[in-house]
């Protein structure tokens, strides 16, 4: 569907990891975020980010009996892509800015 942007994980009593991906679409605009499972094809329409990450939780802990240790992280492709692309823009636009001072 998308890019994942940040991925929710949780493990069963078992040990067993399941793994509940945020994943953005930016074809659209304003950009839409998804909540996909990596494990069945569970993905519900999204409102709020508070109500993802309850909703990621909820859906690993009733569907797949995952409800321990619910920890999230950033993808790591997408962290270092916003590092590279802010400090890019910014220089960009004060010499934009510099640019029709002129």
């Not at 509940?20 to 494990?39: G, K, Q, S, T």
Request: a negative charge; charged letters at 20%; proline letters at 4%.
């Amino acid at each position: 569907m998308g890019a994942p942007i940040r991925h929710f994980t949780a493990t069963t009593e078992q040990g067993q990891v399941f793994t509940v991906n945020i994943e953005r679409d930016f074809r659209y605009d304003p950009y839409r975020d998804f909540l996909v499972c990596a494990h069945c094809d569970w993905a519900p329409s999204l409102l709020t980010t508070q109500r993802i990450i309850d909703m990621a939780g909820e859906h690993l802990a009733t569907v797949h009996g995952a409800d321990r240790g619910l920890g999230q992280q950033e993808d790591e492709s997408f962290r270092k892509a916003r590092l590279i692309v802010l400090p890019v823009v910014a220089v960009l636009l004060i010499g934009l800015l510099l640019f029709l001072n002129n």
